[in-house]
């Protein structure tokens, strides 16, 4: 490489890695637009749960086809681009595999693990797409999987495909120059190459010249294939790649089905109950400050681990795959819950982007413009969608939250429901029986 090209690769360096960082700020901010919660408790659990769901993937391997391939595409996706170091040093310095001469026979074994994993990558691709395109497995065509989001399940795995093809020509064009007789320029012998070492005859009859520019070209869209794809992540259900590991040791380690009670609505609840409380404790200091809101209808009422639950989102549908509701026809989708929270997310950051850093309202709001309350209402609060997710994503904290708002603000629950806790509050039941019969039943056993 001339002093040029060094410049330039530093410039196209810089441009990708500051793109990615204003990317993740974003990202940050965004999440922080939820409420707070306290999320450090037991670090030890959450250690556990990080390197168990998000390094082990042990929730993918539930079904195993997808699971196994899934792992040998994350492998080869984070094992192979610890060449990017060297890739990165290389085109600063303008050196030719510059690690080497440091690490010997390590380096070949290295070279070798990289270049199976490839293949074996572009393999589980291609399986996937298959998957997706021919075979039409029914979470992949179901009916909340429309638009961007279903095309971009398979930008991916072009993107994949190409990025460990140039992979593989651009260390075949340099096992070629390596081993031209005399040497050639700087190429000299590193690394093995159990796969591209059937790929370079393809350069056997053309002159060294050509294949240097060919290597110089590989090796330039290879690492521009990286800073794009590393860039296009912010936009792709593929941010789980780096938000996996956050989300599962955030994620809630109370036992399924134990919800949460609104704190306003217990410390109110203790005030009645105790005879020598003063009933204006429970006053806001400030006479001008608004009460808090019960429930969630819109994306900031919500917390920041749910605000992480939907930037992690694979859109792999496994959730809608069990959701009993679901497979009755219900209009639920938990699936759809975590992308129209992100979608209302994302377009709130906008506006804040175009408003100088303050949320002009823009009478919109979660609840109603992205997602009903039948469909919230469809759900029965099982924990299927909890239990299946791979990366420890709750829908179910996201749709009980909006429910508090309809029963809690609007008193917009349905009609079956009302009935039920009017009885609770009459009769001490769910059922229109009087005080004194709610417990027959126990006489009919």
């Not at 610890?82 to 080497?100: K, N, P, S, V, W």
């Not at 259900?237 to 938000?243: D, F, G, P, R, T």
């Not at 408003?355 to 309350?373: Q, R």
Request: aromatic fraction near 12%; proline fraction near 5%.
């Amino acid at each position: 490489m001339s002093y040029l090209d060094n410049i330039l690769f530093a410039v196209l360096l810089i441009a990708g890695f500051g793109f990615f960082a204003a990317s993740v700020k974003k990202i940050i901010r965004n999440i922080n637009l939820g409420v707070d919660v306290d999320r450090k408790d037991n670090p030890k659990a959450r250690w556990k749960n990080m390197a168990l769901i998000a390094l082990g993937q042990s929730k993918m391997v539930r079904r195993p086809v997808a699971g196994i391939l899934h792992i040998i595409v994350y492998a080869g996706f984070i094992i192979i681009n610890i060449e990017l170091l060297e890739i990165i040093i290389d085109g600063l310095f303008g050196t030719h595999r510059i690690f080497a001469p440091y690490l010997g026979v390590v380096y070949d074994v290295l070279i070798a693990s990289f270049e199976i994993l490839a293949i074996l990558v572009i393999f589980s691709v291609t399986v996937f797409w298959l998957r997706r395109n021919f075979i039409r497995l029914k979470r992949f065509i179901h009916s909340d999987l429309t638009g961007f989001p279903k095309s971009d399940a398979n930008y991916i795995l072009y993107f994949e495909t190409v990025l460990m093809i140039l992979f593989l020509l651009m260390n075949a064009s340099d096992y070629h120059l390596q081993n031209v007789p005399g040497g050639y320029s700087h190429f000299h012998k590193a690394g093995s190459y159990p796969i591209s070492q059937f790929i370079a005859p393809i350069f056997n009859g053309t002159s060294n010249e050509v294949v240097g520019l060919l290597f110089e070209i590989f090796w330039w869209l290879h690492i521009a294939g990286i800073l794009v794809f590393m860039n296009y992540l912010y936009f792709s259900k593929h941010l789980h790649i780096l938000l996996a590991f956050p989300n599962t040791y955030f994620a809630n380690l109370k036992p399924e089905g134990q919800f949460d009670n609104l704190a306003s609505v217990t410390k109110e609840v203790k005030l009645m109950m105790d005879p020598n409380a003063d009933p204006f404790a429970a006053a806001p200091a400030d006479e001008n400050a608004h009460p808090a809101k019960f429930g969630a209808s819109d994306v900031q009422d919500l917390n920041w681990v749910q605000l992480l639950n939907a930037y992690t989102c694979t859109e792999c549908g496994r959730c809608t795959s069990s959701c009993p509701a679901n497979q009755t026809g219900k209009k639920l989708s938990p699936r759809k819950i975590m992308m129209d929270t992100r979608d209302r997310l994302t377009e709130v950051g906008k506006n804040i982007d175009a408003n100088k850093g303050v949320f002009v309202p823009d009478n919109k709001t979660l609840l109603n413009d992205y997602i009903t309350p039948e469909e919230l209402w469809a759900c029965t609060s099982c924990n299927a969608c909890v239990e299946e997710c791979p990366v420890n994503i709750s829908p179910l904290s996201i749709i009980m939250d909006m429910r508090r708002y309809l029963v809690m603000e609007q008193s917009a629950a349905p009609m079956s429901l009302n009935a039920m806790m009017t009885n609770i509050e009459n009769n001490g039941a769910p059922w229109q029986y009087s005080q004194q019969d709610r417990l027959n039943w126990k006489n009919e056993n």
